[in-house]
Structure formats: structure tokens, C-alpha cells
């Protein structure tokens, strides 16, 4: 059970809080100026619409999504199929909380899509009374004050198991403006939510399209010309251990300590940034391989149904790597084309050609030798600066807007702990 005592709580042997929640007993935010302090079982009415389960009728389940990430269907299934009965409607409007799930941050309101499906006695059913606006409440939920009271109002001894106590939670007491104040600030923040969908979109469409130029490059259903309008001599097939080079230097001295891993989305990070603790024994790592910046990391057990690597360039610093990794550097100095091309599902498509299964299916074995066999396509040196160059460009239009993407989304937490705290 998760007790307070003396300003900590203790999880039993996993004393850890999860992602969504800033570590802490809820202080309540001190009050502004016409805000009037509630119970927040005050804000609520309990709803509860009990299915009359039919064998043959079908029945759409819905989930709540972590991180407030919305309401979503889950299967569409006959009652006879589904084995919980206790089941219950939800309408659109509807503040839906995962009681297993809310230390997480699974609440959100359903969307008029999925307006009458149906949830077990595992999530909660409230509507808003008079005195909140559900877009108040939808912001408020994102508040470090709101996710706190959440999860001290759940018991357990693991972060994974805990349940949530509705009457508990009622019981926090909140701060809350005038609906004419709690309409014009989720009048504001809705603004800067719509700019920051724009950014992500248009991000994603850029991304999108660099995606497609990049394999009709490498597969050279795109060439690029000299400067004289010429045209470029032909590619090249050249295996990787004829332009590149295994690393294979042990820390034998066990003089270096920090540890990087290899992430497909994030790609090579240092394993503490990554992970909620440090996986690796950091007393013994004289056989880890000692990797440079701009290395090359392969790992070569990956699932054939995963996107494109991961195989990333090391941009973080000289750190170590698992044994379990497979490290090669380039000869020449153009190792961002190179960096390209690792983008492409063309080297993957060949990874799957030569891969050996173990007893998982799912899961496919490459050999040193035949990971360096691999053939790159390799124009010439005039051409792979015009195609770096190119995509670079384009590279910097994607980061640019992930960086107003990051602006404005700081800029909207700066306004919640103002507004909120």
C-alpha cells in the first residue's frame, strides 16, 4: 500500500513513481484571486449504465490510452465472447479513468465516435457538474497537482498493479476559478494546442515526403547531375567491410564507465538517459566494446516486423557498448551519406534475405560475416555530396519545426504551472 509518512511514500520494494507523475505528496497550489477551494469528488457525478448483455449482439470495448493520450477502441466483440458481464455504456462527454491505469495518466473524455461503447467496473464514469467545464478539466488533468492526487489515491506495492480509489480521491481538496475565467483559459490554451497540431503535421508531412525522395535516391530512380548539366558515372555495389571497418576494441583497462544503448526511434543514447535504471554492471565492463563518435551501432537480433534498423550513427560521444552489438566504422570521411542510406528499407530488405531464424519466428540472427557482406550502392563522391547536401536541407526543415514544436509545447507547461500553480 502506498503510505505518506513524513513527506515520502514508500512502494514497497519499488519505490519508484511512474513517468506521468512528479515524484512528491500533492501540495495544494496556492489559491488566485476569486478561485474557490472544492473537494473534487465535488466536481463529479458517478455514472453508471449497466449493459444488459446479449449472447449475439455485438459490443464495441474502448481503453483509455496512458499520458492522456484519449479514448480508443479496443475490439468489437458478441457477448457471448466477452468474459467479463459487468459491463457498462459510455456516452460522449463521458471523463472515463482506467482505475488501473490513472497512475499513468489514462483519463480522458469520450469522443462522439465512441459514444456508446462499453468499459468494465475497472474504469470510473463521471460527468462534470455545473461548477467545471470539461475543456477546464481536460487541461487541469495535465497538472503535476491533479496526476499526484491521483496516484496517492491509489494502494499497491508495485507502480504495475496499483488500484484506484474513486472515494479517496474525491476527497482532495482543489482550487477552481469562475466558468467565465475556466472558459477563456481553455479558450487560450486550445489556441496554442490547434498551433502545435499544425507543427506536428506539418513535421510529419515533411518527414513523409523525405521518406519517399530518400528510397527513390538510393534505388536511383532519382539521380542528381554535375554542375555542368553532366551526368554522374554509375553506382557502384561495394560490400561494408571494403569501405568500412568492425570495431572490436575491448575496454580491457575498465577505465570508461558510461554505457550507450541503441534506440530504433531515439537512436544511440546514453543507457541512464533510456532506461529507469542502469541495466548494465557497471563493475565489470571489461567486455564491452569502446565506441567513438561517429561510429556505426548494429544490433543484429532484431524483429523483421520492425521499421527500417536500428542501425544509428553514434552522435552522443565516445562511451561503451554491449558485446551483444555489432560496431563498424567508415574509411572515408562522408559518413553522413552513408548515414542516409541507413534510412532506406533498402539494407533491411537485404537483411532479410540472408537472416537465419531462431526458434522465435519472429526474430532473426545475422552472422558478423554476412552483416558485413552487405552490399551499399556507392555513387561517386561529387554525387554523394549533392545527395547529402540535398537531404540535409531537407533535414533541417524537419528540425526546425521540431524545434517550434518544443518551444511552444514548453511554452504551454510554463502557462499551465502559472495558471495551475
Known amino acids: 500500500m502506498s503510505v505518506a509518512t513524513e513527506g515520502k511514500v514508500n512502494l514497497g520494494p519499488y519505490p519508484q513513481y511512474p513517468k506521468s507523475v512528479k515524484p512528491g505528496i500533492p501540495k495544494l497550489p496556492v489559491s488566485k484571486f476569486g478561485w474557490k477551494k472544492v473537494a473534487i469528488g465535488e466536481l463529479f457525478d458517478v455514472v ?3 449493459v444488459d448483455m446479449r449472447d449475439e449482439e455485438m459490443y464495441r470495448l474502448v481503453t483509455v490510452k496512458r499520458s492522456r493520450g484519449g479514448v480508443a477502441e479496443r475490439e468489437i466483440l458478441q457477448g457471448k465472447k466477452i468474459a467479463v458481464k459487468s459491463q457498462f455504456f459510455v456516452e460522449e462527454g463521458d471523463f472515463l ?7 499513468h495518466g489514462a483519463c480522458s473524455f469520450v469522443p462522439k465516435e465512441l459514444d456508446g461503447s ?3 467496473n475497472e474504469y470510473a464514469i463521471l460527468n462534470c457538474r455545473d461548477i467545471i467545464l470539461p475543456e477546464f478539466l481536460s487541461f487541469l488533468t495535465h497538472t503535476p497537482y491533479f496526476q499526484q492526487t491521483c496516484f496517492h489515491s491509489s494502494i499497491g506495492v508495485h507502480v504495475e ?21 475556466q472558459q477563456k483559459i481553455a479558450t487560450f490554451l486550445n489556441l496554442v494546442d490547434e498551433k502545435l497540431k499544425r507543427l506536428r503535421a506539418k513535421r510529419e508531412l515533411i518527414t513523409r515526403y523525405k521518406r519517399g525522395l530518400i528510397q527513390k535516391i538510393f534505388s536511383q530512380e532519382i539521380r542528381f547531375k554535375q554542375d555542368d548539366d553532366s551526368h554522374f558515372s554509375d553506382w557502384e555495389l561495394k560490400e561494408l567491410k571494403d569501405i568500412a571497418d568492425r570495431v572490436k576494441t575491448k575496454n580491457s583497462d575498465n577505465l570508461i564507465s558510461r554505457v550507450l544503448t541503441n534506440s530504433a526511434t531515439k537512436g544511440v543514447v546514453d543507457q541512464q538517459d533510456y532506461f529507469d535504471k542502469d541495466i548494465a554492471n557497471t563493475n565489470n565492463l571489461a567486455g564491452y566494446y569502446v565506441v567513438e563518435e561517429g561510429d556505426y551501432v548494429y544490433n543484429p537480433r532484431i524483429s523483421v516486423h520492425a521499421p527500417v534498423g536500428p542501425i544509428n550513427k553514434n552522435k552522443v560521444g565516445n562511451g561503451l557498448m554491449s558485446p551483444l552489438y555489432t560496431i563498424f566504422r567508415f574509411k572515408s570521411d562522408n559518413t553522413n551519406f552513408h548515414e542516409q542510406f541507413f534510412k532506406t528499407s533498402l539494407w533491411h530488405r537485404y537483411m532479410c534475405s540472408i537472416a537465419n531464424y531462431g526458434a522465435r519466428h519472429d526474430r532473426m540472427n545475422i552472422s558478423i560475416t554476412d552483416f558485413m557482406s552487405m552490399p551499399i550502392p556507392y555513387p561517386s563522391a561529387a554525387e554523394q555530396d549533392k545527395i547529402v547536401c540535398f537531404l540535409s536541407a531537407i533535414d533541417k526543415k524537419i528540425d526546425s519545426t521540431a524545434q517550434q514544436i518544443n518551444s511552444l509545447d514548453a511554452f504551454k507547461k510554463g502557462l499551465l504551472q502559472k495558471i495551475f500553480l
Open 48 to 50: 453508471t449504465r449497466p
Open 97 to 103: 479513468i482506467s482505475k488501473r491505469q490513472i497512475v
Open 118 to 120: 462499453i468499459v468494465s
Open 161 to 181: 498493479k496499483m488500484i484506484f480509489k474513486l472515494d479517496d480521491w474525491f476527497k482532495w481538496p482543489i482550487y477552481i476559478p469562475s466558468l467565465e475565467e
